[in-house]
């Protein structure tokens, strides 16, 4: 979702950053920068002579940095700007504040405030497209010279029905099981051996709940459409889905009270009301969930697997409390990971030129580190020197043999607690991934969102009868023509 969800939240694929860097996408607790732009003027300007005679002086604004992030993520950025202009001196590049969420994003759209170049989750791919709200750069990016090895899979989320590339996916994640691993210490537990059922998350939570008062065992986003997000995770891993597409007509049918969802909010259920182990917040979202379990108040939650970026760039994530496994998958043929990503996309309201300019800097910050050993080894320097994540594990763009040599380009600048993520990424590749719902997604998950709060906030919420209203009311804005 990224993030979020999408999503916003929103790959973390596994995705490496944040974004959004995040976002995914996909940004700290400490001193936050001054939330003016930040600008990396080229050494030579544009003045060079050859520079201007050939290409016309152009500005872009990339929405790249979430508000709060760090001063050494700011420098870090402004590190690879610099890079940026120097092969580029005609342009420059101004770095403006971005976090995409369902509202605000809506809001930015509407009112012409988004920047040159932004991102945006898989899920709202296909209707920007439909609705032309971002710029359809096919022939600016398959003049690339990697244009051809991108993941179909992953690519078809920015393409139109023509196959058409209207938006760049950069990361990739598949949902995980982030866990505190001091607070398992803390309980008893071990850290090293984190659990691997459903049932075992709830008798974790609970020890957890139990033995440290004060701290969630475990919790759940509920807001800003990431209710839905993780309700619909929760459904995938039991092998249930959000909708049905029927083969012959293409008709779409919204199936969110599916047995799966059902058992999904029967087992929250029974740790808020039962077990007492979900703490005393039901309201939070992407940020506020990451914020608590960089404090210490929450053992176990559901998220992409990218954020460990996110949380040490905003939340002062302190790295030996931090632990990641793979989703608890049922015993069912259909039971998968949720997936998801970032894709960078360009404003409708910009020049040509600053199309060409927004390609290349998409070329240059998102994608030359994954697909060059230079590009690789280059963002690998800049984020280390600013004590900036390198190593966080990612689901392949390209292809695995592409990421897992992009892995051996920076072995040498990896500084994240590698050992403390190999129970999710030494599965992850063997588990089945599954797109996000596919039709109106960001509006499913919202109508998603008062569900999972009212189980969480009444001990005698009906859920069939809470899963039938929304369904009804998914159906209906499916069946409603866009605008």
Not at 331 to 352: C, H
Request: charged share 15%; net charge negative.
């Amino acid at each position: 979702m990224t993030v979020k969800p999408n999503r916003a939240k929103a790959l973390t694929m596994v995705a490496l950053a944040v974004f959004a860097v995040s976002a995914c996408s996909s940004s700290s607790a400490t001193t936050a920068p001054s939330t003016a732009p930040t600008t990396a003027a080229n050494p030579t300007t544009v003045a060079s002579a050859a520079a201007a005679d050939t290409h016309k002086a152009t500005t872009i604004t990339v929405g790249v940095l979430r508000p709060g992030a760090t001063q050494e993520a700011v420098d870090a950025l402004n590190a690879q700007i610099a890079q940026f202009t120097a092969k580029y001196p005609w342009i420059t590049v101004t770095s403006v504040e971005y976090n995409w969420t369902a509202p605000t994003f809506a809001a930015q759209l509407a009112g012409g405030t988004l920047p040159t170049v932004f991102n945006i989750p898989y899920t709202d791919g296909k209707g920007l497209i439909a609705q032309h709200q971002i710029v359809n750069i096919d022939s600016r990016v398959k003049k690339l010279p990697y244009a051809d090895k991108f993941n179909a899979n992953v690519l078809v989320n920015g393409q139109d029905d023509k196959g058409a590339i209207w938006a760049v996916p950069y990361d990739a994640y598949g949902m995980s099981l982030t866990y505190n691993r001091t607070l398992f210490k803390q309980a008893g537990l071990d850290p090293d051996k984190p659990p691997t059922t459903w049932d075992e998350v709830k008798a974790d939570a609970k020890i957890i709940a139990t033995k440290i008062p004060g701290v969630a065992g475990y919790a759940e986003m509920a807001t800003q459409n990431t209710g839905g997000w993780q309700l619909s995770t929760a459904t995938y891993a039991r092998g249930g889905r959000m909708e049905a597409v029927d083969a012959k007509t293409g008709a779409v049918t919204a199936t969110v009270n599916n047995q799966q969802t059902k058992d999904a909010l029967t087992w929250l259920k029974s740790l808020r009301w039962d077990d007492n182990s979900m703490g005393a917040t039901f309201d939070y979202n992407w940020g506020s969930i990451n914020a608590d379990f960089a404090a210490g108040q929450i053992g176990m939650f559901t998220g992409g697997s990218d954020l460990y970026t996110a949380m040490v760039q905003n939340n002062a994530l302190k790295a030996d409390d931090y632990g990641i496994t793979t989703i608890p998958l049922a015993a069912d043929p259909n039971a998968g990971v949720l997936g998801g990503g970032n894709m960078a996309a360009v404003n409708v309201l910009t020049t040509e030129d600053q199309r060409d300019a927004a390609v290349d800097w998409i070329d240059f910050y998102f994608m030359n580190k994954l697909i060059t050993q230079d590009g690789a080894v280059a963002n690998a320097q800049a984020l280390k020197a600013n004590n900036q994540p390198v190593g966080v594990p990612s689901l392949p763009v390209f292809d695995k043999a592409t990421y897992d040599q992009s892995q051996l380009w920076i072995k040498d600048y990896i500084n994240v607690p590698v050992a403390q993520m190999t129970p999710f990424t030494s599965k992850i590749f063997s588990q089945p991934l599954v797109s996000e719902p596919r039709y109106n997604t960001q509006d499913l998950y919202a109508a998603l969102d008062p569900v999972v709060q009212a189980v969480l906030t009444d001990k005698n919420a009906d859920i069939n009868a809470l899963l039938d209203a929304a369904n009804v009311k998914v159906q209906k804005i499916i069946d409603t023509p866009a605008s």
